[in-house]
């Protein structure tokens, strides 16, 4: 028996059905179904009725079902014992495919630093495609992985097809910023296409294409100058009519950190949604170092939260 297989039971209970239990958890229908048909052979037993209309729980499910949710209070209640932390020893190797989730695996490797000084994490930033390809291959332990809306279905795609799970742990806007003097700020309104007309400054190295395929703007109309770190972009939107496309809390957050501040504009037609998480391999247990950085994750965004209330 794996722990996951009571999460999967945990998860079909709690949203109902198979189906909506795996794209909650962005895996595939097959994978929890699977698990959870050796999960029944292992025991002896049926846990659920199957049906065209659903599944229900077998009596023997619902006891099955009831344990699971003891083992994971169980579980939570492990989290908030103290004095153990020094006793977790374990490497764990993780990768981001963007400036934001650089920031939270940093900060949470900060944070680990001060409560499980036998974890060791070694970080590294990819694309997308390349962090999910690696950690399904287990050249990486764990992902942390942000993407906007519109890339939303081609993302699930790849972590149903790669049987990984998803846990989203942060939320966000796509903002337009620009320096507070901008010619746009002098708009009584702000379109897309207005904004289109300006430089735009990314740490981006290729064109993305979600400006082109979703706001009507030709690959010729863009003008990119790319910088390789945060501090240069934002100096470089200060001084010029360039803008940035940033996620808007961490926009206003680092407001708060470096010298160069940006103005997040009102864009009546840009409504983008940026979303992050943490990624592992659905089908391998997790170890108590890869469990204390994925909590560590959940905290570290959870206080990303509270800085931009």
Same mark, same amino acid.
């Given at each position: 028996?794996?722990?996951?297989?009571?999460?999967?039971?945990?998860?079909?209970?709690?949203?109902?059905?198979?189906?909506?239990?795996?794209?909650?958890?962005?895996?595939?229908?097959?994978?929890?179904?699977?698990?959870?048909?050796?999960?029944?052979?292992?025991?002896?037993?049926?846990?659920?009725?199957?049906?065209?209309?659903?599944?229900?729980?077998?009596?023997?499910?619902?006891?099955?079902?009831?344990?699971?949710?003891?083992?994971?209070?169980?579980?939570?209640?492990?989290?908030?014992?103290?004095?153990?932390?020094?006793?977790?020893?374990?490497?764990?190797?993780?990768?981001?495919?963007?400036?934001?989730?650089?920031?939270?695996?940093?900060?949470?490797?900060?944070?680990?630093?001060?409560?499980?000084?036998?974890?060791?994490?070694?970080? @590294?930033? &990819?694309? %997308?495609?390349?962090?999910? /390809?690696?950690? +399904?291959?287990?050249?990486?332990? #764990?992902?942390?992985?942000?993407?906007?809306?519109?890339?939303?279905?081609?993302?699930?795609?790849?972590?149903?097809?790669?049987?990984?799970?998803?846990?989203?742990?942060?939320?966000?806007?796509?903002?337009?910023?620009?320096?507070?003097?901008?010619?746009?700020?002098?708009?009584?309104?702000?379109?897309?296409?207005?904004?289109?007309?300006?430089?735009?400054?990314?740490?981006?190295?290729?064109?993305?294409?979600?400006?082109?395929?979703?706001?009507?703007?030709?690959?010729?109309?863009?003008?990119?100058?790319?910088?390789?770190?945060?501090?240069?972009?934002?100096?470089?939107?200060? @001084?010029? &009519?360039? %803008?940035?496309?940033?996620? /808007?809390?961490? +926009?206003?957050?680092?407001?708060? #950190?470096?010298?160069?501040?940006?103005?997040?504009?009102?864009?009546?037609?840009?409504?983008?949604?940026?979303?992050?998480?943490?990624?592992?391999?659905?089908?391998?247990?997790?170890?108590?170092?890869?469990?204390?950085?994925?909590?560590?994750?959940?905290?570290?965004?959870?206080?990303?939260?509270?800085?931009?209330?």
């Amino acid at each position: 028996m794996q722990l996951n297989q009571f999460k999967f039971l945990i998860a079909v209970d709690k949203y109902g059905s198979i189906s909506k239990a795996a794209q909650e958890l962005y895996i595939s229908q097959s994978t929890i179904s699977l698990s959870l048909i050796n999960l029944e052979e292992e025991l002896g037993y049926v846990l659920l009725n199957r049906s065209k209309r659903g599944v229900t729980f077998t009596p023997e499910g619902k006891e099955v079902l009831k344990r699971a949710y003891e083992i994971q209070n169980v579980l939570d209640s492990l989290k908030d014992i103290t004095g153990s932390s020094e006793e977790i020893i374990g490497e764990v190797r993780i990768a981001s495919n963007s400036h934001l989730g650089m920031n939270i695996i940093t900060d949470t490797m900060l944070q680990l630093k001060h409560q499980y000084e036998g974890i060791r994490v070694y970080a @590294q930033r &990819d694309d %997308v495609k390349a962090v999910l /390809k690696k950690v +399904a291959q287990n050249e990486l332990d #764990m992902g942390f992985i942000t993407y906007h809306s519109l890339a939303a279905l081609d993302v699930q795609n790849d972590l149903k097809r790669l049987h990984l799970e998803f846990h989203k742990t942060y939320f966000d806007k796509q903002a337009v910023c620009t320096r507070k003097d901008h010619p746009l700020t002098k708009l009584p309104e702000v379109y897309f296409e207005d904004v289109a007309r300006y430089e735009r400054v990314t740490m981006v190295t290729k064109k993305d294409p979600f400006l082109t395929q979703n706001f009507g703007v030709k690959d010729s109309d863009i003008s990119i100058v790319t910088l390789v770190d945060v501090l240069n972009l934002r100096k470089y939107a200060t @001084q010029t &009519d360039a %803008v940035v496309i940033f996620p /808007k809390n961490e +926009a206003l957050r680092s407001n708060e #950190m470096f010298p160069y501040k940006l103005t997040v504009l009102d864009v009546k037609d840009f409504d983008v949604d940026i979303v992050g998480g943490w990624v592992h391999h659905g089908t391998h247990e997790m170890n108590a170092a890869e469990q204390c950085v994925a909590q560590a994750i959940e905290n570290i965004c959870q206080s990303y939260s509270e800085m931009t209330l």
